[in-house]
């Protein structure tokens, strides 16, 4: 078995939250999954998305121990790119429960970056409770505070690595230690 999986969801694939993310998979030797190289539509009662990427996706997170939920904070919320995944696991409590079954006993935590110093405590809540009702092993959450790029030109991360570099640390050691030779 494969060890952690990291899946990032964010506007920006070369922004804070992925270069917090590159950090930590850097430390750890985990394999980030950007949401944005992935077709994945929004639920459907219907099922009709089922061809996009997101079973293919699933089944390639369920090889590994560790699964890590990577998101800015946006208005408060994890980003759409994540909210969309996270809607999705839907499929697997109730057409592929097979899948979804594997997910239990599975260890989780949260990577984020937001421009406040601390972020609301709703944010954290949307995944406690879903990996709470998943039955995932939640490890908490690594947040970083990254000012808000408000000129547009994408031109990456304002992340500062010196500032945080003790709470990437000790968050990146939860994930070490859990790796068998
Ligand atoms: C649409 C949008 C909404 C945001 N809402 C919040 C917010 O509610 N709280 C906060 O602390 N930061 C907020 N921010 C700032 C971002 O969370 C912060 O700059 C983050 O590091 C951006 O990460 P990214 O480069 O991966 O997009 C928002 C930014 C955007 C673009």
């Known amino acids: 078995?494969?060890?952690?999986?990291?899946?990032?969801?964010?506007?920006?694939?070369?922004?804070?939250?992925?270069?917090?993310?590159?950090?930590?998979?850097?430390?750890?030797?985990?394999?980030?999954?950007?949401?944005?190289?992935?077709?994945?539509?929004?639920?459907?009662?219907?099922?009709?998305?089922?061809?996009d990427d997101?079973?293919?996706?699933?089944?390639?997170?369920?090889?590994?121990?560790?699964?890590?939920?990577?998101?800015?904070?946006?208005?408060?919320?994890?980003?759409?790119q994540m909210k969309l995944f996270i809607d999705r696991i839907t499929d697997l409590i109730t057409v592929e429960k097979d899948l979804g079954r594997q997910l239990k006993g599975k260890t989780t935590a949260v990577i984020s970056t937001g421009e406040y110093d601390e972020p609301k405590s709703c944010f954290e809540e949307v995944f406690q409770h879903t990996f709470e009702y998943l039955g995932m092993d939640y490890k908490g959450m690594l947040y970083c505070a990254c000012a808000f790029d408000e000129s547009g030109d994408n031109t990456g991360s304002d992340f500062d690595l010196n500032k945080y570099k003790e709470r990437v640390d000790n968050f990146s050691d939860i994930?070490?230690?859990k790796q068998k030779a």
């Open 1 to 51: 078995m494969k060890k952690t999986a990291i899946i990032l969801g964010t506007s920006r694939s070369n922004g804070n939250t992925a270069d917090l993310t590159n950090i930590v998979a850097s430390n750890t030797n985990a394999v980030v999954f950007d949401i944005n190289n992935y077709n994945i539509l929004p639920f459907d009662y219907d099922h009709n998305n089922k061809h």
């Open 54 to 80: 997101f079973i293919t996706l699933i089944k390639e997170l369920l090889t590994f121990d560790n699964i890590i939920f990577s998101s800015p904070v946006y208005w408060f919320s994890p980003s759409t």
């Open 175 to 177: 994930f070490k230690s």
